[in-house]
């Protein structure tokens, strides 16, 4: 079983509407990073999450991470042409020296102007 | 300037031949990472370096693939003999301590022919 799920695989939304992007893990989290990709191109840093009911904002993005942290949200309010793209969460799902990410298979977000 | 720097941006070898690919990171960083995105699939970890040492490997990390930091700088990901499949996106990453500061170069694109 996938230990970092994103739902949905992909969304179409017209410009101006709210949408949201959830990233579930089966494992409690030690951190959780939402990612911006370009098709192809390097990931582009959003947020990142590490206290149970965090939520942390930047212009119209909004990230949540759940009290039991195993599950975060990606809201975007007033979508823009310029939101569209792949969104990635990467999970941390413990502390020590390695703290290696494991990421979902990414939300593609296409915003209809 | 970004934080992070691989070098080159795209590469094209021949099957069987020696590749390095490059990252420069600005400051004194301790904690490097690669990672590598097959086209439309998942961005998955290779290998984390720690004080000049491999800390943790992957399976995909084979005996094809080294990492080194020979001059306290830049930091490279070496593949021996390249196969068709290991054409991908390679990150570079660095993190600072306990898990913030997690930041992706731009990428090398690797193709095999």
């Known amino acids: 079983s996938q230990e970092l799920e994103q739902s949905p695989q992909s969304l179409i939304v017209q410009e101006g509407k709210n949408l949201t992007i959830n990233c579930t893990s089966s494992k409690t989290l030690y951190g959780l990073y939402w990612y911006k990709q370009k098709y192809g191109e390097g990931l582009i840093f959003l947020m990142m999450l590490q206290k149970g009911g965090e939520e942390k904002s930047h212009e119209k993005i909004t990230a949540k991470l759940d009290e039991k942290k195993q599950q975060s949200s990606l809201h975007i309010t007033a979508s823009q042409p310029s939101h569209a793209g792949i969104y990635l969460c990467?999970?941390?799902?413990?502390?020590?020296?390695?703290?290696?990410?494991?990421f979902g298979k990414g939300t593609l977000l296409t915003v209809n102007p | 300037e970004p934080e992070v720097t691989q070098t080159p941006s795209h590469q094209v070898t021949q099957m069987g031949q020696e590749v390095i690919l490059r990252c420069v990171p600005i400051?004194?960083?301790?904690?490097f990472y690669w990672y590598r995105q097959i086209l439309g699939q998942k961005v998955e970890f290779l290998v984390s370096?720690?004080?000049?040492?491999?800390?943790?490997k992957s399976e995909i990390f084979d005996d094809q693939f080294s990492v080194e930091r020979p001059d306290g700088s830049n930091f490279t990901l070496k593949i021996r003999s390249t196969k068709l499949e290991d054409s991908a996106m390679y990150f570079c990453a660095r993190r600072l301590r306990n898990g913030y500061g997690y930041t992706f170069g731009s990428g090398t694109r690797l193709t095999v022919v």
């Open positions: 400051s004194n960083h301790l904690y």
């Open positions: 370096f720690y004080n000049n040492e491999i800390s943790e």
């Open positions: 990467g999970a941390l799902h413990s502390g020590g020296s390695n703290y290696k990410l494991t």
